[in-house]
Nanobody
Framework: QVQLVESGGGLVQPGGSLRLSCKAS????????MGWYRQAPEKQRDLVAV???????NYADSVSGRFIITRSNDRRTVYLQMNSLKPEDTAVYYC??????????????WGQGTQVTVSS
């Protein structure tokens, strides 16, 4: 069974930095993409950044130039380095992986979410 476990959230002052991690475990045959989404209170869940198996990255306009997505050599962990954080970055951050576990078809898996709060 595939699991995604996030870590690294917390409280930070405006202008500060945080690094989120998401590790995928379980039976995984191939990973098409891993990325980060966020959801603020009473808002929809939006894409923050995604990294594909072909090493392509895509960032939301609101974080481009401030956030960087990378992954581990074994491709099972994805990181989100968040710099120059703003209060509007406050949200629950979710990790998502699109992968094939060997059962059924390719599908999306989600982590449980980690809270990021930017406040003075």
């Amino acid at each position: 069974q595939v699991q995604l476990v996030e870590s690294g959230g917390g409280l930070v002052q405006p202008g500060g930095s945080l690094r989120l991690s998401c590790k995928a475990s379980g039976t995984i045959i191939s990973i098409n993409s891993m990325g980060w989404y966020r959801q603020a209170p009473e808002k929809q869940r939006d894409l923050v950044a995604v990294l594909t198996s072909g090493d392509r990255t895509n960032y939301a306009d609101s974080v481009s130039g401030r956030f960087i997505i990378t992954r581990s050599n074994d491709r099972r962990t994805v990181y989100l380095q968040m710099n120059s954080l703003k209060p509007e970055d406050t949200a629950v951050y979710y990790c998502k992986a699109n992968l094939y576990s060997g059962y059924g078809t390719v599908r999306d898996y989600w982590g449980q979410g980690t809270q990021v709060t930017v406040s003075s």
